[in-house]
Each structure stands twice: as C-alpha cells, then as structure tokens.
Nanobody, 125 residues
C-alpha cells in the first residue's frame, strides 16, 4: 500500500509564506506527476500546481509568480513554497499523485490518482 501525507499548513498573516510538504510512503518504485490542489469552504476543489517526474512545472493562474512546486524523487516528496499569501488562499491543500508504481517481494503494482488527507492553510490577520 502507498500513502500520501501532507504537512506544513498553519495560520499565516497576509503577505506571509508557508511551505507545504507531501511525502509518499510505501515500497515505491516511481511516481509520475505530482501536484497540489486546494478546497476552500463552500467551493470545489481546484488545481494549484503540478510537476512531472522530470521536473517540468505548471501552475494555475492564481499561483503563478507566488507559489513554487518542487520534488525530490529520491525521497518521494513534493513541496509547495507559497509566498505573498492572500486571504483567498485559505483552503485545505491536498497532495495528488497521478500514478504510483510500487512493489511487493515478487510483483509491481500501479495505483492511480492518489490523494492525501489535506493540510489546512489559513491566511488571516
């Protein structure tokens, strides 16, 4: 089994910064694209940023210029550095992996569309 666990959320003042991290656990062989999404109260979950296995990145317009996504393939982690935070960035942030290949003693398995449980980010004075 594989699992994604987010960390790093919290309360920050407008204009401040936070760094979110997501660690994938299990006997992981490889992870394709990894990304971040967020869900604000009363709103649908929305895309924030994505990074491919070779490091290519893509951002939602709301994140461009303020957020930076990165990953460490050796540690199976993805991070989101968030700067110049605004109250509208308040949401639960979720980590996503589109395809995880993991192994047992004898076989390889693939898990699609994995999600973490989320970490709360609150931007408020």
């Amino acid at each position: 089994q594989v699992q994604l666990v987010e960390s790093g959320g919290g309360l920050v003042q407008p204009g401040g910064s936070l760094r979110l991290s997501c660690a994938a656990s299990g006997r992981i062989f490889s992870i394709n694209d990894m990304g971040w999404y967020r869900e604000a109260p009363g709103k649908q979950r929305e895309y924030v940023a994505r990074i491919t296995i070779d490091g290519s990145t893509n951002y939602a317009d709301s994140a461009k210029g303020r957020f930076t996504i990165s990953r460490d393939n050796a540690k199976n982690t993805v991070s989101l550095q968030m700067n110049s935070l605004k109250p509208e960035d308040t949401a639960v942030y979720y980590c996503n992996a589109d395809r995880i290949t993991y192994r047992s003693d004898t076989d390889f398995y693939t898990k699609y569309d994995s999600w973490g449980r989320g970490t709360q980010v609150t931007v408020s004075s």
